[in-house]
């Protein structure tokens, strides 16, 4: 018997990285799967798996989260889990960084989970309960990248504790997943050189990089009734590197 069996979940930038590891994970724990991706020929690849339907989603439209929100009650009747996981990262400096910069980073990484929540958290609410994962980043915690990336995932940790007081007492917990580096696509096409993640790796504690699978049981963990009493936490993830 699986954790998550008879639920539907969303999983937004379902079709790669964290998302697809996550996908994965709440698959073979019973549930139905909605992974939603901006990327079609991805979404094609996930949809051949057991349990997984592919939706495209451009999370930082208003409108499309409206429509999608809809199609996806529509169709499978319920919506029990929300991942707000798709997101987009920089290395520009902050010296290179520019209004337009600022505002396709904000528009994906912080109106994404927001816009997300307005249309999903009602549905779960009228269902009398269900279960939000945000993903924000250790970024958000520690001074770690004075950028329009970090900032965007501070928008993340204060919305998901806003959100998990607005809608708590109808049933819906909302917590944050902080991840350091998970090695992932799009970690390897950010890191300028190799010394620079030897570095990092030297300076975590656990002596690693993230994985994936890392983040997607911490998930798992918080979308399932093993953690029906927690909303409003924050939850972690990096190897003890911001434990410093």
Known sequence: MGKLDGKVAIITGGASGIGAGMVDVFRAEGA????????????????EKENVHGMKLDVSSDE???????DVKERFGSIDILVNNAGVSSEKPYT????????????????????????????????GKGSIVNISSYTAQIGQGFNHY????????????????????QGVRVNALFPGIIETPMTQGLSTSKDLLNQLIQA???????????????????ASDDSSYITGAEIVIDGGFSAQ
Request: glycine share 6%; hydrophobic share 50%; aromatic share 8%.
């Open 32 to 47: 139905t799967v909605i992974a939603a991706d901006i990327n079609e020929e991805a979404l094609a690849k996930a949809s």
């Open 204 to 222: 975590t504690p656990l002596q690693r990089l993230g994985q994936p699978e890392d983040i997607a049981k911490a998930a798992l963990f918080l």
């Open 150 to 169: 970090s900032a965007s995932k501070g928008a993340v940790r204060a919305i998901s504790k806003a959100a998990a007081t607005q809608f708590g007492r």
């Open 64 to 70: 499309a989260w409206k429509t999608f929100a809809h």
């Open 96 to 127: 290179e960084i520019n209004k337009e910069d600022w505002d396709f980073m904000m528009a994906i990484n912080g109106f994404g989970p927001f816009a997300g929540m307005k249309h999903i958290a009602p549905i779960m609410a009228e269902q």
